[in-house]
């Protein structure tokens, strides 16, 4: 296990180091120029002058890139100060430091995700679940059906529904909006609500779908007609023998989906304009603001990365079949 943590974190580290490059160099490829759009409008050679300056912008591109990975592990000095690591540098736009700005919007995100993730778990396995017990009746085929309806659906589109209906139309759900948990849990609760069954509402139906799947494939396996050949109860058969086999596909799913959304859920923040991590990379894109733009997109690679680690790492735990050297 220890190897396999070592050589896998080894191969995270050049995965992230190799986006990190790629995302630098196509930034400047683009044909905006990031010190202009600092500056502003009414801007004079001088002030773009001293901006490129204080932003590092006046150096080669590869000596820019160097000095932005070195700061990431053992801090920067800038014109306007030192940055402690890990420093992903200051903001194009409001010159603010990027890692503290990540920080501050990393809860609505953290909150967004597991809150989410509950939620979408619970009920689209519940629901697959029942699906393969009663395979072949209504029920599955309802269930079935409800699965492929919610695959066709998008957040842009039935969070706007539900904002409508469910808070300004019957005012029965309060505006979504993120409210510290340590101060509010009342409100926490209250003000996540609505975009975490909207974002399940999405996932569930894929959950749904491959659970029912898994169990229905699983249930025609030699070990489990052997099970019941030897006599063990319905219900024994499809929890110890079934379930177990089906279980692995359901959790390297979700520790890919987990992972990308703690990177950010865009689509839902900016339609209940949370800000997260999520709204903060679509707005440093739009605003061509690198620094903001290589913190969020390093953390979000990171969040995905360490979830692979660690679903790749269960599957010896959950199926003894899998032998991780």
């Given amino acids: 296990m220890l190897r396999f943590l070592i050589r896998r974190s080894l191969g995270a580290v050049v995965i992230l180091v190799l986006i990190s490059a790629i995302t630098f160099f196509l930034f400047f490829a683009l044909p905006a120029d990031p010190a202009r759009l600092a500056c502003g409008k009414n801007c004079d050679p001088a002030s773009l002058a001293l901006i490129n300056e204080n932003l590092g912008l006046d150096k080669p591109i590869p000596v820019q890139y160097g000095e932005f990975m070195v700061g990431i592990v053992a801090g920067r000095d800038f014109p306007v100060g030192h940055c402690d690591a890990p420093c992903f540098g200051y903001s194009f736009v409001n010159q603010e430091p990027v890692w503290p700005t990540i920080v501050d919007r990393f809860p609505t995100t953290l909150s967004l995700a597991l809150g989410a993730a509950v939620v979408f778990l ?11 017990w009663r395979r072949g009746t209504w029920i599955d085929k309802l269930f079935s059906s ?10 842009y589109f039935v969070g706007v529904l539900c904002l409508a209906w469910f808070v300004s139309g019957l005012s029965i759900m309060e505006q979504p909006a993120y409210h510290p948990i340590s101060e509010n849990p009342a409100r926490w609760f209250s003000g996540m609500l609505l975009p975490w069954l909207v974002l399940s509402l999405i996932f ?8 029912r799947s898994q169990l229905v494939e699983q249930l025609h396996e030699d070990h489990v007609r052997t099970a019941r ?3 063990l109860s319905g219900r024994t ?4 023998y079934a379930w177990r086999g089906a279980i692995a596909p359901i959790v390297t799913i979700f520790g890919m989906d987990l992972g990308s959304l ?11 304009t949370l800000h997260g991590v999520g709204r903060l990379a679509v707005d440093s894109v739009r ?14 690679s990171a969040a995905i990365v360490v979830f692979t680690i660690v679903v790749d790492a269960l599957y010896a735990v959950i199926d003894p079949r899998v032998r991780l050297a």
Avoid: C, H
């Fill in 122 to 132: 619970a009920v689209g396995v519940g629901l697959g679940m029942i699906a393969a």
């Fill in 146 to 155: 409800l699965s492929l309806l919610g695959q066709s659906l998008q957040v």
């Fill in 204 to 211: 569930m139906a894929n959950y749904s779908r491959m659970t």
């Fill in 229 to 231: 050949a030897k006599g």
């Fill in 237 to 240: 058969v499809f929890f110890r």
């Fill in 262 to 272: 703690l990177g950010g859920a865009m689509i839902t923040e900016y339609t209940f």
């Fill in 287 to 300: 605003l061509t603001d690198l620094p903001m733009l290589m913190g969020v997109m390093l953390i979000s």
